[in-house]
C-alpha cells in the first residue's frame, strides 16, 4: 500500500476523533481497564471505526481485534482498502492503541494532522 493511503486512514481517524472530542468507551467493571469500542451506544467511534462506514459495521465487529483478520474483520478491511496488506493491518492496530491510549501519540503539527512516523517503520 502507499504512503498516501495511511496518511488518508490516518486523516480521517484523526479528523473523526477530533471533531467528536472524546473516546468511544464502555464502563468495566475495573474503573483502571478502559473498553474502547468500534461504535458507541452514544454514536462516538474509536480510531478504526470512523474508518467503518454504516453499511459494514454490525454490533459483530466489537470484541475483535484489528489484528485478527481470518474472519469479518479481515473481509471488512479488504472492502475498505484494496490491497489491504500486514503491515497495513499493523499500522492500524498501532492507530487504535494510540486512540485507546487517550490519543497522546497524535500530534498536530502546524495546524495540520500529519502521520506520526513513529506509528510505523515501513511506511
Given amino acids: ?10 486523516d480521517a481517524s484523526y479528523h473523526g476523533i477530533m471533531m467528536q472530542g ?9 474503573p483502571t481497564v478502559s473498553m474502547c469500542l468500534y461504535r458507541g451506544a452514544n454514536g462516538n467511534k474509536c480510531a478504526i471505526g470512523h474508518l467503518i462506514p454504516d453499511h459494514l459495521y454490525t454490533p459483530d465487529l466489537e470484541n475483535i481485534a484489528i489484528l485478527d483478520t481470518s474472519g469479518v474483520m479481515g473481509a471488512v478491511l479488504n472492502k475498505l482498502f484494496s490491497g489491504c496488506d500486514e503491515e497495513f493491518v499493523k499500522f492500524l492496530d498501532q492507530l487504535q492503541t494510540a486512540h485507546d491510549d487517550t490519543l ?19 511506511v
Avoid: H, I, R, W
Fill in 22 to 30: 472524546c473516546a468511544s468507551a464502555q464502563e468495566s467493571p475495573d
Fill in 104 to 122: 497522546k501519540n497524535m500530534v498536530l503539527l502546524n495546524g495540520n494532522a500529519t502521520l506520526v512516523e513513529s506509528l510505523t517503520t515501513t
Fill in 1 to 10: 500500500m502507499q504512503k498516501s493511503e495511511y496518511q488518508a486512514a490516518f
